[in-house]
């Protein structure tokens, strides 16, 4: 089992730049497949990005290909989401996620998340 807690997230002006981490608890961080998703209010829960257990593969949500970034550092048990470019329509809670196990980087790209963390609000204001 892994256990995720989410740091970073806060205010900021439409085009600007935040850094989420995502720390996991545990010796087994490299085995897991991670993604970011996120939440906003009267919207549905959209998977913005994930990142093969080895960090060869990446996903990005269309909504934020070209300004977000996921990078791990298996050495440190942390996975990181850089965001640039913010937009107003990124307001949102950012939840990481963990999947391990057979498929474990495909189930995150559809939302099918094995572990998640209680999140970190991003505001972007306009």
């Known amino acids: 089992q892994v256990q995720l807690v989410e740091s970073g997230g806060g205010l900021v002006q439409a085009g600007g730049s935040l850094r989420l981490s995502c720390a996991a608890s545990?010796?087994?961080?490299?085995?897991?497949?991670m993604g970011w998703f996120r939440q906003a209010p009267g919207k549905e829960r959209e998977v913005v990005a994930a990142?093969?257990?080895?960090?060869?593969?990446?996903y990005y949500a269309d909504s934020v290909k070209g300004r977000f970034t996921i990078s791990r550092d298996n050495a440190k048990n942390t996975m990181y989401l850089q965001m640039n470019s913010l937009k107003p329509e990124d307001t949102a809670v950012y939840y990481c996620?963990?999947?391990?196990?057979?498929?474990?980087?495909?189930?995150?790209?559809?939302?099918?998340?094995?572990?998640w963390g209680q999140g970190t609000q991003v505001t972007v204001s306009s």
């Open positions: 996620a963990a999947n391990l196990g057979s498929s474990s980087f495909s189930r995150l790209r559809v939302g099918k998340f094995d572990y």
């Open positions: 545990g010796r087994t961080f490299s085995s897991y497949s």
């Open positions: 990142i093969s257990w080895s960090g060869v593969s990446t």
